[in-house]
């Protein structure tokens, strides 16, 4: 598994963030305090507070080199 911190302060962002890890048969967590949700799911991530980075877990599958080049935009420090 790998962890890293996401930036997804926008509608747009989400949208784009959603697409992009779409196309990998990896699983994505996205975790914000006690609460985990599927970072596939558009609803489950508009449950959370989008305005701080998000913790996310990726499990797993595809190359993890491959998704971390495509999510690059959207990790923070």
């Known amino acids: 598994?790998?962890?890293?911190?996401?930036s997804l302060n926008s509608i747009d962002k989400?949208?784009?963030?959603?697409?992009?890890i779409s196309g990998f048969k990896n699983d994505f967590d996205l975790v914000a305090g006690r609460y985990t949700i599927?970072?596939?799911?558009?609803?489950g991530i508009f449950s959370?507070?989008?305005?701080?980075?998000?913790?996310?877990?990726?499990?797993?599958?595809?190359?993890?080199?491959t998704i971390l080049d495509v999510i690059k935009p959207y990790i923070t420090e």
């Open 1 to 6: 598994m790998q962890t890293v911190y996401v």
């Open 14 to 20: 989400v949208k784009s963030f959603v697409n992009d």
């Open 38 to 43: 599927d970072a596939k799911s558009i609803m």
């Open 48 to 65: 959370l507070d989008i305005s701080k980075p998000i913790k996310l877990n990726i499990y797993e599958g595809d190359d993890i080199d």
